[in-house]
């Protein structure tokens, strides 16, 4: 599949790309775009830290004072959740969320997400991410010319510094470096723009 680059201001760039049919033009399917996302957003869920009960806590069994005539309750160790340092009374428990995902999986969903985007004409190849002085005015009307409005923007080896700081207030607009590609966000867009050296470096991440 061969697509136009153009620059951030709307002008056409000098070369075009040519994307990878292994990456961008397979046939997407639900079922797996959503075991991919099932498992992402479930491995974001921090759980709860867990506490220690009674029968938890480390310290002496031995039966503390005397049953009777003592003139005071009666207590069987000082594991007891009314003594300091004993066992919390009903507290939190640890639970575990996530679930594994085969890593073949994980790599065909990303491809799926790439190439539904394909498909469906929603993603934008630009020569760079340059924001002059790193204004958010500048960045606002040069995205009202390629009329993007939720986009996701993906970088190569690392996010252009002028436009991550111009884009840091604007709602909708996501930035990500090419190893933080993911299948969540890529769906959740409206438009995937890719720089050229993010198809780059997403070729070769699927093809090393």
Sequence with gaps: MKLNVITLDGAKSSNDVDLNDDVFGIEPRADILHRVVTWQLEK????????????????????????????????????????????????QRARLFGHSLNKKIRTLGLKMALSAKAKGGAITVLDNLDVKDGKTRVLVDHLAKLNLGKA????????????????????????LPAIGANVYDILRADSLVLTRAAVEQLEARFNG
């Design 44 to 91: 974001r869920r921090a759980p709860a830290s867990a506490t220690r009960e009674r029968s938890e806590v480390s310290r002496t069994g031995k039966k503390f004072g005397r049953q009777k005539g003592g003139g005071t309750a009666r207590h069987g160790d000082r594991r007891a959740p009314i003594f300091i340092g004993g066992g919390k009374a009903h507290g």
């Design 152 to 175: 996701l923007f993906i970088d190569g080896e690392a996010m252009n510094l002028s436009f991550a700081k111009a884009s840091a207030n604007l709602a909708g607009v996501d930035v």
